[in-house]
């Protein structure tokens, strides 16, 4: 049985399907080298033709309509936690990989306005809805991070910062 993807994965897929980036979307039903090991898996490994290739775990995420005001506006322009365990889990298959491999989280943001209020230049339609994808290595992300809710045990990045440290994924390949 392979893993059902949302439509934040299926989105990020039909991206690099249309850049023409290979790919390798992480099954999880046959991660069986590692069976005896509890690591949280990522979704893609992304191939580069001039850099590292890509360990991407895709986090989705409302993005609020930013032009709206008051009751309207609903929900956290750059929201980014991940929990302790996708951040330990990715850390860890980037040394599994090795040399050559760049652990990433691409954050698949749904915009809920138009798209003129995009956070990002480029703008991805997917079965009607539009999304933009900020990445940002794993290690800039682990620099960043404070802690966000301790029973949860999940992480964030202040927005400032993550504002400054995300770029498109075109940038990373």
């Known amino acids: 049985m392979s893993h059902r993807r949302d439509h934040y994965e299926l989105a990020f897929e039909d991206y690099l399907?249309?850049?023409g980036w290979p790919y390798v979307a992480v099954d999880e039903a046959r991660r069986k080298a590692f069976a005896a090991v509890a690591l949280k898996?990522?979704?893609?490994?992304?191939?580069?033709?001039?850099?590292?290739?890509?360990?991407?775990?895709?986090?989705?995420?409302?993005?609020?309509?930013?032009?709206?005001?008051?009751?309207?506006?609903?929900g956290r322009a750059f929201e980014n936690w991940i929990t302790r365990d996708d951040l330990e889990g990715l850390g860890q298959w980037e040394r599994i990989f090795g040399g050559g491999f760049r652990a990433v989280l691409v954050f698949a943001y749904w915009l809920q306005g138009p798209p003129a209020s995009s956070p990002m230049e480029e703008v991805h339609v997917f079965q009607g809805r539009h999304y933009v994808f900020a990445a940002i290595g794993l290690d800039r992300y682990v620099a960043?991070?404070?802690p966000r809710s301790a029973r949860w045990q999940t992480l964030t990045v202040p927005t400032e910062q993550f504002r400054s440290a995300i770029c498109d994924v075109a940038a990373l390949l």
Do not use: M, Q
């Open 17 to 19: 399907r249309g850049r």
């Open 41 to 74: 898996n990522f979704d893609y490994i992304v191939y580069s033709s001039t850099g590292a290739n890509l360990l991407v775990d895709v986090k989705g995420r409302k993005f609020p309509n930013v032009l709206a005001v008051g009751r309207r506006r609903v």
């Open 144 to 146: 960043a991070a404070r």
